[in-house]
């Protein structure tokens, strides 16, 4: 366990020898802008060489798979190709179709040369509107994640965008959620029922986490309607914040709790009587009501609030 | 699904697909079609209710595999865009899925879906209760009526327990209707019907106290139906972006009130004095209710290098089902008659959010963010007598208020971010958090967070992060009876108490917040990739004495992926995840006054739980067999502990035992082989096994009869080994 008191300076030794290494590194310029254009790459006519020439030599799966994506539909006035085709995305092509060492201008994905900024830019041209508009204050964006690092857009069905896989890409980097996902209390998601953007807006929110609605319980709402309510006996702790008891990604413990009753109930209810007793070994032994099956709850089923006059203790 | 929806959705599906069909064949080329098709069968060996918890694959028997996915679209370079997409996922099993979306791009389109979803929520429950499904249990008409002294082992239960199923399903109805009616427009409709219905579990408790109860499970029905609708209105130019949303959502419960037949007739199963003894009792059950929220946010690119975002939302929730009464006991007197013959509760919502994010010359970003949110809790406070559980004297329990809790937060964020290079940045955060709570023990609680993150590649191989964050929360005074003194009427004075007054909450308590998180993400060579991970969160409620004196989170993380090319792919990970929850408690009986400083009755549990988690998969293709093999595995090892610790008066017994651990492992391996017998027919075979066996103290021989006044399903904690193999033809066109 790191003592606190230490904590901070073990930090500042850390981050001032990286700083300094990180000095050293590709000291490339930026642009100095957020990365929005509309084209978002300009495209001088004279440097394009169109996507037939491109595609003679990119002929090959996955990368002409694009041909059979939205993305690629000329008749749609707002698609890449039916602007400048693969340079409306890449860049001016013409001095990388004569000499193929010479990178292209923007290009996508872990290799990628271009900044992360500079590659979401050439997708915010055109996606950031509705869901999208608050990504430049998203963790992602923050992280230097571009677009392609979720997203393929050559794919005949975008991984991301598929319930059953998506998944697989968030878990890629999210990995206490992806062992969340293999303990026994979980949510549906390995079996693609609900993905990961069912309750988070990658693209940024103004939420906490990213959420896909204004806070946690709204979120929760969207498939747990019986619990809004309003109650005439509301549980403090309901009513603000269901992570306050529950962990959605997965917990070792029954519905989702991050510790099991009694001990979590105690946690806040230290009355008289058996919510400050100890339950120990002996009351396993013992066959204690308030410790086995479903301990608290046993009683006090109602948690979640009652409406029932007499429901102030949640037993109605 | 009912029936009618499913034929629904099928006549809806062929109705709109025809004209877009049709009029993409007129006068131009067919549409390019691609997709595949799954059929087959399956067969489930050593099924339980856990292994199919959201699949259906309870029980061992055949099922069918089915799956079909397809995309019709015109040629990319045609002169329209028409596209069809259909998928139909999981067809055999109940957690099947259906969606179709037709159109024509960047002009309208139509999407419908439909999906199932089982919950499996129990095995091996048993109740002698009858009647489940309804909101009326009653029990065998021998039933006896039972000695004063009587629990669950006098009850003649060998001969009236019968198996019922705990188990819920939904069924999801979707439809999606957008149109982009002129440039830089667009609007969609979505609503959205689902079903909820079978059985869950609570508990029917009669008994004037906690120490006196004398409780059955019971076979709560549920019979939920919510309507859900959002209008959707998008402006976006370059630089502008406007949109408005209404969300509606109504959920109704077919049954408002739940009635049992009381088990316990004979008398209380712990010897004390039952008053008005009653034959049945009744809870009030999910309230119908509705929502209404109206969204207007924007977002304005102010320069290149500037860009606000703002967003409004005002909100209704409501709720005004009728109240039962408070005792169906006739018996009972009742002092003060029930105040509103329905709650009429409701709560307004309102947030405001404001955000603002600049780059400042080449190497500074900034960031601000301000949020004010309120939950204003509108549902009036009346006078409600307390009648215990249909039991004891009303005379004893008093009058309370209830409670309806408002709160409103103001967040304030800003953030700054130096960039070294293209690649690395070093950037400092400060979160402001204001939280104002209506009956509760603090009025206002503040936290101040600071954070700092460093990201960067240290070579073209070599990337990652660390960050560090350190919070401290506190606020006003903390008064442990505030909440009993705003709801007990008459107001009980400033001595009185409920819970132990140095209790302190741990959503409200003081606490220091210390994490540090780091990944670093290696390319070792072109076809391997490695990256480790570290992260570390302390929270540390130093002023709290009783309840949660501390929490911790340690997790670590090593990942390597191996792409020797497309036909050879694999991976392997490993995640240790230890968290940890300390609290402390004082036990104290009715009539004792603080200080409660008796060195023998303060107690201590340190929950410790430790997951390893660990998976492996490959993908291999060998072109010249036209052979596919996938492999993937995972293994997931939970060990839960409790350091017990406590004094001669902690629990009453004058002794202290250790508590067992509660342990979960799973072991799961899927495995598939593939064979194109020709290039659109593969032959597919798989075969999943999984094992699960978990220790759980609190329902391992836990029999129906096992509690004193508890009347409990039974039924151990999962133990399965299942094996699927499957059989099936994929058609690719």
Known sequence: ?316 | MTTHKVRLLMATTIILSWPALSAAQEDRSPLIVNGTAEFGAGYVDGGSFKFGEYTGLAEDGAFFIGSFGATARDAYDDDAAFYLEMEARSLGLENRSLQFEAGSQGRYGLGLDYQSIPHYLQGGALTPYSGEGTNVLTLPPSWPTLPANGDTSTMPLASTLRAIDLKTQRERFGGNLFFLPRENWRFDVNYRNETKTGTQTTFGMFGENGGNPGSVALAEPVDYETNEVDVIANYASSDFQLQAIYAGSFFKNQFSSLRWQNAYTGGNPNGGPWDFQPEEGQMALNPDNQAHNLTLSGGYSVSDATRVTGSLAYGVMLQNEDLLPYTINAAIPIGTPLPRSSLDGQINTLRADLGATSRLGQSFDVSGRYRFSDRDNKTPRDVYSYVANDVSNQGDRGDWLNAPHSFNQHLVNLDGAYRLGSYSKFGLGYEYDNMERTYSERDKTEEHTLSARLSGRATDAVDGWVSYSYAARDGDVYVGNAPLRESEVPDPGPGAFENNPDLRKFNIGNRIRNEVRAVANWMASDTVAVSLGANYALDDYDETTIGLTEGSALGAKADMSYSASERLTAYAWYAYDEMGFDQRGYRFTGGELPPFNDPTRFWTIDTTDRVHSLGAGLDWRNLATDVRLTLDYTFSMARTSYDVAGGTGANGSGTTDDLPDVETDIHSLELAAEYDMTPGVTFRLAYLFEYFDSVDFALDNVAPDTMDAVLWFGGNSPDYTAHVIGVSTVLNF
């Open chain 1, 1 to 316: 366990m790191i003592a606190r008191a230490s904590m901070p300076r073990l930090l500042v030794s850390i981050l001032l020898p990286l700083i300094l290494l990180l000095q050293a590194d590709d000291a490339r310029a930026q642009d100095g802008t957020l990365g929005e254009a509309s084209p978002p790459v300009q495209l001088a006519q004279a440097a394009t060489v169109g996507s037939d020439v491109c595609l003679e030599c990119h002929n090959e799966a996955p990368t002409n798979l694009i041909l059979h994506t939205p993305h690629a539909q000329t008749a749609d006035n707002r698609t890449p190709f039916a602007r400048g085709g693969c340079e409306t995305c890449h860049g001016p092509g013409a001095a990388h179709a004569d000499n193929p060492d010479v990178a292209i201008g923007v290009s996508y994905g872990p290799r990628s040369s271009n900044p992360a900024a500079e590659q979401s830019g050439v997708c915010l041209g055109c996606h950031q509107s509705g869901d999208r508009m608050n990504w430049h204050m998203s963790k992602h964006e923050a992280a230097d994640r571009p677009c392609s690092s979720c997203h393929n857009v050559h794919a005949r069905k975008d991984p991301m965008l598929q319930k059953a896989s998506q998944i697989k890409v968030c878990v890629a980097c999210h990995t206490e959620q992806r062992a969340g996902l293999v303990k026994r209390s979980r949510h549906p998601m390995r079996e693609g029922i609900i993905a990961c953007s069912d309750c988070h807006n990658p693209h940024g929110s103004f939420s906490s986490e990213g959420l896909v609605k204004a806070s946690v319980n709204e979120t929760c709402f969207g498939c747990h309607a019986e619990k809004r309510g309003p109650f005439l006996w509301e549980h403090q702790p309901v009513a603000e914040d269901c992570s306050i008891c529950h962990n959605p990604h997965g917990t070792t413990q029954p519905k989702l709790l991050k510790a099991r009753g009694p001990f979590l109930c105690q946690t806040c209810h230290q009355a008289s009587f058996h919510p400050s007793t100890l339950y120990d070994g002996g009351a396993v032994t013992r066959a204690d009501t308030h410790l086995l099956a479903n301990n608290c709850l046993n009683c006090h089923p109602r948690v979640h609030g009652s409406n029932h006059p007499s429901g102030k203790r949640f037993a109605r």
